[in-house]
């Protein structure tokens, strides 16, 4: 009942802020949104509805959504926005890895202490809102603006044909890694796996095809994209948490009237809280879901304890050149590491 209060408050504070008052005189403007997300996803039906709201209004702006990774993957996403051929997108961390790389220091394995998945959201939300200001300022400086921060879910593993129970299991898969993260490859290297890389359109054919095994990816993206029908195990402790944002180029929002900016803006960050709220239920509603229908792999304490040893390597070697040793060891204080 909280959860539908917050979401229904976000909600109307969605329809009060494109009431906004606009200018007569505003030119007719269109932005184009990529995103990866299909357009019946939960990801999909919150920006609906805020295309749809802002389009009602008398600012003369609309929205575009490409939708299912029309534009490419991320890093192609962002690559036209600094071109001037798409004007703002929804990204993952690895996305604005591609506008600033040390955002996606927040998907860094092993970062939260286990528990329920408010707890585990808890554990980044403090994180995250310690470096917020600076982030965001990053993000500016490279010709962005960060319209609101929007979760993914939290990152579990997924297997076909094994349980990966302990970090050795890996060994002999053929894991996926996205071809433009810097994390998850790096934790592969470690336990001596290679990994199989490629962009998030191309990883359905692969599993069908079967020259992938074994994904680490949030439960909620493992139902929308259908990857779930391709696993049999999934294991319950968390691996990280994939953030994600709003983003629109500079360019893009100089060309807006005040009022359309206004609105703009101010929209997005109710649109981002409202994916916040309404993804990290939505992804916890997928992992029940997903585990009843595969086989949960449940670590003891001495197996977690074995994976935490790997995940504390692992972001020591992120230290030594993805990013500033000096971020990381700011990140593992303020999550309690």
Request: charged fraction near 20%.
């Amino acid at each position: 009942m909280i959860l539908r209060r917050r979401t229904a408050t976000l909600l109307a504070a969605l329809l009060v802020l494109v009431g906004l008052s606009g200018a007569s005189e505003a030119q007719a403007t269109e932005l184009g949104i990529g995103t990866l997300a299909p357009k019946n996803s939960p990801w999909g039906k919150v920006f609906t509805v805020w295309q749809k709201k802002v389009a009602e209004k008398n600012v003369d702006l609309t929205l575009r959504f490409y939708w299912n990774g029309q534009q490419g993957d991320e890093g192609a996403m962002v690559g036209k926005m600094r071109a001037g051929q798409l004007d703002g997108a929804a990204v993952t961390g690895v996305g604005l890895s591609k506008i600033y790389k040390n955002i996606l220091a927040l998907q860094m394995p092993g970062l939260w202490k286990p528990g329920d998945y408010k707890q585990v959201w808890a554990q980044l939300d403090k994180v995250r809102d310690a470096l917020n200001a600076e982030l965001r300022a990053a993000v500016d400086k490279e010709g962005f603006i960060l319209g609101g921060w929007g979760d993914v879910g939290i990152v579990r593993v997924f297997s076909m044909g094994k349980a990966i129970t302990k970090p050795e299991d890996l060994k002999g898969t053929k894991p996926y890694c996205w071809t433009d993260d810097d994390v998850l490859p790096a934790a592969y290297t470690l336990l001596g796996v290679t990994c199989v890389p490629m962009s998030v359109p191309e990883l359905l054919s692969a599993l069908s095809a079967k020259r992938v095994n074994v994904f680490s990816v949030p439960s909620l993206a493992a139902t929308q994209f259908q990857w779930h029908a391709h696993a049999d195990h999934i294991v319950a402790h968390p691996v990280s948490t994939m953030v994600g944002a709003l983003v629109f180029s500079k360019g893009a929002l100089g060309k807006l009237t005040p009022e359309q900016k206004d609105v703009l803006l101010k929209t997005g960050e109710i649109t981002g809280k409202l994916l916040t709220e309404k993804i990290r239920h939505e992804d916890q509603k997928a992992f029940e879901f997903a585990s009843s229908h595969m086989t949960v792999v449940t670590p003891d304490a001495a197996t977690v304890a074995l994976w935490e040893g790997v995940f504390t390597k692992v972001r020591a070697r992120l230290a030594q050149g993805v990013f500033p040793a000096e971020l990381v060891k700011r990140i593992e204080k303020l999550a309690g590491k």
